[in-house]
């Protein structure tokens, strides 16, 4: 009895009555006094049950609680076969001197770990679990997240952190994006080019970037994702998106030639060759290695954003298209599916497209991934299609908000009908290991409740998160805190100091920011003045590590700094942080048209004025601007340069044109320069903008009005 004294005493100590914060929580609850002591606890599983119990045997290894004496008063815990419980049920019974766990399946198993795990308390004699009676099961059987490896890779232990994270909170799809133009990221041992050319690309700087994953690494990952109850369904990419594809096998495009993996990002023109016998070939061999390796009934296609200018322009295409009666490129893509579609169900597969495949007629059979709205789903439940729909996790806390993701209702016109449940995909464009975290933290865990229950996230949800994003954070997953960007810095010239004024927006108070300038170095947090010329970068550490690559801020020094500017028409307000300034503000724009450095005028012709103050003697003039055809940006037809003593009566110094052109392709920073004979002396400078008029027809946006976009009208 003396031994047994201070366990009795810890137990009367628990707050019993403190429910434990599940997320997500169950249907049904009944809290009961007493708690069930994790020591010494012996497992025993019903006949046929005996490998689906080892999750659950793990774990209770893994906290020390598995009875490892017999000597000892044994806490057993019994798992049942109900098969009146729902697909995916539990039912958990923790009494103080027992437990018994019910499930009709082995994800059952998968999910009253879950639970259990949520409701280990830890305490200074010991862990327990609070007594109660649990029953609880699923609203949507597709409970998922997609990752985007291609844009920014991931290597397997990453993985393998966050398929950990997703079984906590019983989220039991992982769709695994494979494929895309900036990078193919799974080994075909029979197109080794895929992975020894498609997986690396070349950055701006120089540096070699990409990676994949091997077969062997691939099996590695579906089978710790199965072990946690969590499906990994493969996405390759067809039959767009794929330039990282024909740049190692350039005979798979209608054009055949070579290409490089992009740097940058967007839609590409250049898709497979659909109409050619070879690329199904291709298709058919990559399925045949590929799909044996993914148990899931699923593999998905992708099928979005794919341009028909190859395919218009191509005469096997076009044979194709005539051979088996097809009105135009839109039903040749849906043949295409189609044709893909019976691939896949040879191989036992039901294929999952996004929504474009909708287009031009889709078997029902397919199930299609929603992803532009109500009405596209719409249309999935009129042909009869099943569907997932979804929530972009990759947008920033600061526009799809905490608020927004509770929000989120994945019924159609309040309907559950043909919907098989969600995914929150994060597209890697602006993420990677070092941050994915900011997204996906903590809208998790309200979108894991409404997949699980059904019904919008219980009023206390914020509360209950706490303990759950304490507990991320100690395992090292970067979290938004507030509903923000993660990092932004804006810059402006103050012409009253003649100096630079960065400020910068931290999505979180412990982020600081290294910077590294012209001979000096430091940390800072809010803002930093500028004063010396140069390269400036900029890289927000968390915990002292960086969590995104340095934000290089170039700066020049020339006689339009000083100036005044006058603009007509003022660009967008959307982009530049400074219109009254922006184009003579010593800041050049960096590959990003959103950067705050570019200034846009969508339509008219700019007109940019500098006021040098006095005459000066001039030797140069020149402006940069962007070419990005994926989002209508076009390099201006010419730039009229021209000069003036009076403001009043102008000289044309030159018109500067140029030969870039205007097709779908990298995005491209030009300069547009002019040079007097001889050194000029003047003091108004003028530059206009020749727009380059409506969007050409090899673009998406065919017919439409054109941006410009530019930098910095600079004077030398």
């Known amino acids: ?381 009129a042909n009869g299609n099943r569907m997932i729909r979804t929530i972009y996790f990759d947008a920033s806390p600061a526009s799809l908000t905490l608020e927004r993701v509770e929000q989120f209702d994945p019924r159609v016109d309040g309907s559950d009908q043909l919907v098989l449940g969600a995914e929150c995909p994060v597209w890697s464009e602006g993420r990677d290991p070092r941050n994915l975290g900011y997204s996906v933290f903590p809208r998790l865990f309200p979108y894991a409740e409404r997949l699980w229950t059904g019904e919008a996230p219980r009023a206390d949800i914020r509360e209950r998160m706490r303990p759950h994003v304490a507990r991320v954070e100690s395992d090292g997953w970067l979290t938004a805190t507030q509903d923000a960007d993660l990092f932004a810095a804006n810059i402006r010239y103050e012409p009253a100091r003649n100096e630079w004024l960065v400020t910068t927006q931290r999505g979180r108070p412990d982020i600081t920011v290294a910077f590294t300038g012209p001979d000096t170095s430091g940390v800072f947090t809010d803002s930093l003045r500028v004063r010396e010329a140069g390269t400036w970068s900029l890289t927000p550490l968390w915990k002292g590590q960086p969590v995104q690559d340095a934000l290089n801020i170039p700066i020049v020094r020339h006689l339009g700094v000083e100036a005044t500017q006058t603009v007509i028409p003022l660009p967008d307000p959307k982009y530049g942080f400074d219109p009254a300034k922006g184009m003579s503000d010593g800041l050049l724009g960096s590959e990003s048209f959103r950067d705050g450095q570019w200034q846009g005028w969508w339509g008219p012709d700019p007109v940019i004025t500098l006021d040098l103050g006095k005459e000066q003697v001039i030797t140069e003039m020149s402006i940069r601007c962007l070419q990005d055809v994926a989002v209508w940006i076009l390099l201006p037809r010419e730039v009229i340069y021209e000069t003036s003593t009076d403001g009043k009566h102008w000289s044309t110094l030159e018109r500067a044109t140029h030969a870039v052109p205007m097709e779908p392709g990298p995005r491209i920073i030009h300069t547009f320069s002019a040079r007097p004979a001889t050194p000029t002396k003047v003091r108004y400078v003028r530059a206009t903008l020749v727009n380059a008029g409506p969007m050409p027809a090899s673009s998406l946006g065919a017919g439409n009005p054109s941006w410009v976009f530019a930098d910095e009208f600079v004077v030398r």
């Not at 050319?197 to 590695?220: M, N």
Request: overall charge negative.
């Open 1 to 381: 009895m003396p031994r047994l004294l201070p366990l009795i005493l810890w137990l009367l100590s628990l707050d019993l009555h403190a429910q434990p914060a599940l997320i997500p929580w169950p249907r049904s609850v009944e809290w009961l006094d007493g708690t069930f002591l994790l020591k010494n606890v012996s497992l025993h599983a019903d006949p046929g049950l005996e490998e689906v119990a080892t999750p659950l045997l793990d774990y209770l290894s893994a906290i020390g609680a598995k009875a490892t004496a017999t000597n000892e008063l044994l806490h057993p815990v019994y798992l049942r076969r109900d098969p009146l419980l729902p697909k995916e049920g539990y039912v958990l019974d923790i009494a103080p001197t027992r437990a018994e766990v019910r499930v009709s399946e082995a994800a059952g198993v998968f999910n009253a770990l879950a639970t259990l795990r949520q409701l280990t308390t830890t305490a200074e004699g010991g862990s327990y679990w609070p007594c109660a009676r649990i029953a609880d099961h699923p609203a949507y059987a597709w409970r998922g997240t997609m990752l985007d490896v291609s844009r920014h890779f991931y290597p397997v232990d990453f993985l393998e952190r966050y398929l950990d994270e997703l079984a906590r909170l019983k989220i039991n799809i992982f769709h695994w994006h494979l494929t895309d133009d900036q990078g193919w990221r799974i080994e075909v041992k029979k197109y080794p080019r895929l992975t020894e050319e498609g997986a690396w690309r070349t950055e701006a700087d120089g540096r070699r970037y990409g990676g994949f994953y091997t077969q062997e690494e691939v099996k590695r990952v579906v089978r710790y994702a199965a072990e946690r109850g969590i499906t990994v369904v493969p996405e390759v990419e067809f039959p767009g998106h794929c330039r990282a594809a024909l740049a190692s096998y350039p005979q798979l495009g209608c054009r055949k030639d070579t290409l490089p993996v992009p740097t940058t990002w967007g839609i590409f023109q250049d898709v497979y060759c659909i109409g050619q016998e070879a690329t199904w070939t291709f298709m058919q061999d990559v399925l045949d290695e590929l799909v044996p390796l993914f148990p899931s009934a699923y593999f998905h296609i992708g099928g979005d954003e794919v341009p028909k200018d190859r395919w218009h322009a191509c005469p096997v295409c076009q044979r194709r298209m005539h051979a088996e009666g097809l009105a135009d490129e839109h039903a040749l893509q849906a043949w295409a599916v189609k044709r893909a579609q019976h691939m896949l169900k040879a191989k036992g597969k039901t294929l999952i497209g996004w929504d474009e495949i909708l287009e031009g007629g889709v078997d029902s059979a397919a199930v299609i991934e929603v992803w532009r709205g109500d009405d596209q789903a719409r249309k999935a439940r």
